[in-house]
């Protein structure tokens, strides 16, 4: 074998077997249970070169393949460890590898990942002010590098900062988290803090370059051009259309206030410091690999996608790609395909594009969903009818616009403007032409926002599932709760110009209700009633309501 990655079902070991075996390495994995093979799998990559081996770095070593790079990225990467388990695998477990490694007669390099911040530490870890994951991998640093020297094993340490990308959820995510949900109401540290980034994909790149070169030198892979924090926190909050704070609360005072009032982990606060790190000997080594680090901005914008996308780790996203995009003056979330869609699927009220998830499934083509403005994840605009142009400005093809209860609205004046630019209308459960929802007169903003996801699913008289979890999270998000109820009643107050409308819509139009939610009103289009269904029959019953949108699209 060429290699073996321990820690090879991390964030950071499973990037690095891909970019191994991309490389055309023979590759032994170090894994407890076979995540690894999946997730390569799932983004197409080529597992022939890979062999699983099974390794606890917890305990003493034995019977793995011999191999001339071994890779150590297995570490306990959290806050509020026990002091004993964090040292179990940052330096029992790391210092288990070393000697694993000084076993083997053709060993070109031992790579071990430690810290940007561990590294440049010195004197003896202080597990009370540090916490249990920063000291124990500086204990384990410093462990490491005297049994090297005593064994005489080519050990090089690489020292990242924070790594970010799909699937980190710790580190600066929390403040990204925080920032989303409304929750930073000030930044911590002061104007000149610096928190450091590198993406995933570039350290797995960067890291294969290490056994070929000279021995002896330790790399701290960041990027030296990541802005301050405060500039960081405001790249962010413009893409995902939030405020950003301006405020600052020193280290100091942080360290001094409850937890429960500054919403800071006292272990992240060591990481919130002015220094800077000597990066040149790894910027070096990747000019000589051809290595460039991507634009720090990009990196944080395309990696705070992934963070909504995800929910911050609680969920995963069910149709790509996904993003922000500016709309019509709204931060936009958009999902699936931007130019040549066959349905464009906008969603009804209290919910968000995840409503979809279900019937586009059952679906034949490509589709595209969006938040509405001011709905879900997408910041307020001034027009909903400018928006939702804007937000088809690119499409190229002609596709079915499907849109429901309070979309209804937007999507008829839509057709009705633009019949060219349609092949039908579909119309799924048309607040206009149906009794108000007796919630409304029952919720105020504040009591909305609250509801949890079993709450809301009992209110909306849906089965509860990841679609009304997402709905939930959104509507805790400030400002949320009381558009949705504003566009609610706004849609009501314009019924009889809808009605009016429906009459003189040009594009061919299908509705399609819930048996259990009937119109209230007479019409002269194709009406389909799903037997059993509500006012979400995409939701409780998405195949039927696929057939009907089939073959509405036939009929077209």
Not at 492 to 519: K, N, Q, Y
């Amino acid at each position: 074998m060429d290699a073996l990655v321990f820690g090879a079902t991390g964030f950071l070991g499973r990037s690095l077997v891909a970019e191994l075996l991309a490389r055309g390495q023979r590759v032994a994995a170090a894994v407890r249970t076979d995540t690894l093979t999946p997730w390569l799998l799932d983004r197409g990559g080529d597992i022939g070169g890979l062999t699983l081996v099974t390794a606890d770095i917890r305990h003493p070593l034995t019977g793995l393949p011999e191999v001339r790079d071994v890779y150590n990225t297995a570490g306990r990467y959290a806050f509020g460890l026990d002091a004993t388990a964090a040292r179990a695998t940052n330096v029992t477990g790391a210092l288990h590898v070393l000697e694993w490694a000084a076993t083997l007669p053709e060993l070109r390099r031992l790579v071990h990942i430690s810290g940007y911040r561990v590294s440049a530490a010195t004197g003896e870890p202080d597990y009370a002010r540090l916490g249990a994951y920063e000291a124990s991998k500086f204990e384990g640093d410093l462990a490491l590098r005297a049994r090297a020297h005593q064994l005489g094993v080519p050990l090089t340490i690489a020292n990242p900062s924070a790594v970010i990308g799909p699937g980190q959820y710790i580190g600066p995510a929390t403040l990204i988290e925080q920032l989303w949900g409304g929750r930073l109401p000030a930044l911590p540290g002061g104007p000149d803090t610096f928190v450091p980034i590198v993406t995933v994909d570039y350290l797995a790149q960067f890291l294969p370059e290490i056994p070929g070169s000279p021995a002896g030198e330790h790399y701290w892979v960041l990027d030296d051009t990541t802005p301050a924090l405060p500039e960081l926190i405001v790249t962010v909050a413009e893409h995902l259309g939030v405020p950003a704070p301006r405020g600052h609360i020193p280290v100091g005072l942080l360290r001094r206030l409850p937890r429960a009032l500054t919403g800071a982990d006292p272990e992240t606060l060591s990481f919130l410091s002015t220094d800077r790190y000597p990066t040149a000997s790894a910027r070096a080594l990747a000019a000589d690999a051809g290595l460039e680090m991507p634009s720090a901005a990009v990196a944080l914008r395309e990696w705070a996608d992934e963070l909504v996308a995800a929910r911050f780790g609680a969920a995963a996203p069910w149709l790509s790609p996904y993003g922000f995009h500016e709309v019509a003056g709204s931060r936009t979330w958009v999902i699936g395909e931007r130019e040549r869609p066959e349905y464009v699927l906008l969603h009804g009220l209290p919910m968000n594009a995840d409503l979809w998830e279900s019937l586009a499934a059952q679906l034949p083509g490509p589709v595209l969903a969006a938040d509405l403005p001011g709905q879900g994840r997408s910041s307020a605009a001034p027009s909903v009818d400018a928006w939702l142009v804007d937000l088809l400005g690119p499409v190229r093809t002609r596709p079915v616009l499907i849109a429901h209860s309070a979309a209804c609205a937007p999507a008829l004046r839509f057709a009705a403007e633009h019949p060219d630019r349609l092949g039908g209308l579909v119309l799924i459960s048309p607040a206009f032409l149906q009794k108000p929802a007796g919630w409304l007169t029952r919720w105020s903003a504040p009591m909305l926002r609250r509801l949890s996801a079993e709450r809301l699913a009992r209110t909306l008289e849906i089965p509860g599932g990841e679609e009304v979890r997402s709905a939930a999270a959104d509507l805790g998000r400030p400002g949320v709760a009381r558009r949705v109820l504003a566009a609610l009643r706004a849609d009501i107050a314009d019924r009889s110009r809808s009605r009016a409308l429906l009459d003189r819509v040009r594009v061919p139009v299908r509705i399609i209700t819930g048996s259990l939610d009937p119109l209230t009103a007479t019409v002269d289009h194709p009406v389909i009633e799903i037997p059993g269904a509500g006012h979400y029959p995409q939701l409780t019953h998405p195949a039927e309501v696929a057939t009907q949108v089939i073959s509405a699209v036939a009929i077209a």
